[in-house]
């Protein structure tokens, strides 16, 4: 966890994994995209901790790791076919055997206070999906509550950038777009 120059005042607040969520959305194309699936991935499995300092905000950082094992198709599709796609996620896509963690660390938050205990903004981190870092901006909305911190957002992330090919399926007359949307709710509560 970056802590290098967090003052006193910054507040410590560990992530419930529990009471977050976090999806990403992927989008058919090709020939036969009208027919393809456009899978929403559930990433129920990761942790982190967040350093918010409400004085100097853009001293603020945040840590999370998720396990990359745990993410699954939540689409109403039949089993088989939630069964194939996990498989191709896990091996071919993500490689989770050789990349069980993905790593989203920033050490700066440049925001404005849009009210008591509000803030809108953008994380200024780096991303390591797939043994590849990268700088990843991440625009959120953080509201204090008491001990409670909430964070919501949503960004864009190209397979591409990180050595990924998008999946395809029947002879790659459907394949994934390499866009992915990831969206975030991520609870946190106060510690110490």
Same mark, same amino acid.
């Given at each position: 966890? $970056?802590? *290098? ?5 910054? +507040?410590?607040?560990?992530? %419930?994994?529990? =009471?977050?969520? @976090? ?6 194309? !090709?020939?036969?995209?009208? @027919? ?7 990433? $129920? %499995? @990761?942790? !982190?901790?967040?350093?918010?300092? $409400?004085?100097? +905000? ?6 999370? +790791? ?14 088989? %076919? ?10 071919? +896509?993500?490689?989770? %055997? ?12 440049? *925001? ?8 809108? &903004? ?7 999906? #797939?043994?590849?870092?990268? /700088? ?29 090919? $998008?999946?395809?399926?029947?002879? !790659?007359?459907?394949?994934? =777009?390499?866009?992915? /949307? ?6 946190? #509560? =106060?510690? &110490?």
């Amino acid at each position: 966890m $970056p802590t *290098a120059g967090i003052p006193q005042t910054a +507040v410590r607040y560990l992530i %419930d994994g529990g =009471k977050s969520t @976090f999806t990403v959305r992927a989008f058919a194309t !090709g020939l036969l995209s009208a @027919f393809g699936h456009n899978p929403t991935i559930a990433i $129920p %499995d @990761f942790e !982190g901790e967040i350093l918010f300092n $409400p004085e100097t +905000v853009e001293q603020s950082s945040l840590r999370i +790791v998720i396990h990359a094992a745990s993410l699954n198709d939540t689409d109403d599709i039949r089993e088989k %076919d939630r069964e194939e796609i996990n498989r191709a996620m896990q091996q071919e +896509v993500l490689e989770s %055997d050789s990349y069980p963690d993905i790593i989203y660390e920033a050490s700066r938050l440049t *925001a404005s206070r849009i009210g008591e205990g509000e803030y809108w &903004g953008t994380l200024d981190g780096e991303l390591n999906l #797939h043994g590849v870092s990268r /700088k990843q901006a991440v625009p959120v909305r953080v509201s204090i509550s008491g001990d409670m911190l909430r964070a919501t957002g949503e960004f864009s992330v190209r397979q591409s950038d990180y050595e990924i090919r $998008p999946v395809s399926a029947a002879a !790659g007359t459907v394949k994934l =777009k390499d866009e992915l /949307k990831l969206s975030f709710d991520i609870s946190a #509560h =106060k510690q &110490g």
